[in-house]
């Protein structure tokens, strides 16, 4: 079973902050956050390790609740080049990485 | 920086053809994964392999078979295909044990088209 995202899709307009969960029905021991443009290969935000770490670099951070099962990516002052769609993504403890349900993300002028 | 290589870049079929798709992973990378991904659906993890054996397998239907080289290069060999084989297939190249550590690096995909 691979991890659920929500929302579907996000429209927003630049500046304005964005926040996409990943939630799992299995226990998470670690989760991957990838971004991929149309037509490109995802290309790797963060990964969170342990239950309450938090990381982020320029305006996109995260966050993961181990008890809950969740994570969750937060996009500030989004910009143009956010624009994609979002994949969560764990391995559930084995050699292979499961993508979320994906978020299409569209940023506007 | 070498990033991981993947031919060809696209690839036209007819159905009940055979195709094959190349890997080249990041140089001293020793684990590689393929991933299959149809249009507006996330990517299906299908095979991995650290130093040359199979390490892990998922949604690959029996009719495709993989397998990683002395080099670490790898093959997807894909036989009988269908019209829902159809998507772009990525490669990833990985070191052993990033699954906590690190990243994926992800080629630029193989896009495969069955007529």
């Known amino acids: 079973q691979q991890p659920v995202q929500s929302p579907q899709a996000v429209i927003l307009r630049e500046g304005e902050d964005a926040v996409i969960n990943c939630s799992s029905s299995?226990?998470?021991?670690?989760v991957h956050w990838y971004r991929q443009k149309h037509g490109e290969a995802p290309v790797f935000l963060m990964i969170?390790?342990?239950?309450?770490e938090q990381k982020g670099h320029d305006k996109i951070s995260a966050s993961f609740n181990e008890k809950k099962q969740q994570s969750s990516l937060y996009l500030t002052a989004s910009q143009l080049s956010y624009s994609g769609t979002y994949f969560c993504?764990?391995?559930?403890?084995?050699?292979?990485?499961?993508f979320g349900t994906g978020t299409r993300l569209q940023v506007f002028p | 920086a070498a990033g991981v290589i993947q031919s060809p870049r696209h690839l036209i079929k007819e159905k009940r053809e055979t195709a094959t798709l190349k890997c080249y992973p990041i140089?001293?990378?020793?684990?590689v994964y393929w991933y299959q991904q149809g249009p507006g659906q996330d990517p299906q993890f299908l095979i991995s392999?650290?130093?040359?054996?199979?390490?892990d397998k998922g949604s690959i239907p029996d009719r495709f078979s993989a397998q990683q080289f002395s080099d670490y290069h790898s093959e997807l060999n894909m036989s009988s295909l269908e019209l829902g084989d159809s998507a772009l297939y990525f490669c990833?190249?990985?070191?052993?044990?990033?699954?906590?550590?690190?990243?994926?690096?992800f080629g630029e995909g193989s896009r495969l088209t069955v007529l």
């Open positions: 990833a190249s990985s070191l052993k044990g990033s699954m906590n550590t690190g990243e994926l690096f």
């Open positions: 299995k226990a998470l021991y670690s």
């Open positions: 969170l390790l342990k239950g309450g």
């Open positions: 993504g764990t391995d559930y403890n084995t050699d292979k990485l499961i």
């Open positions: 140089p001293r990378h020793d684990t």
């Open positions: 392999f650290y130093e040359k054996m199979q390490s």
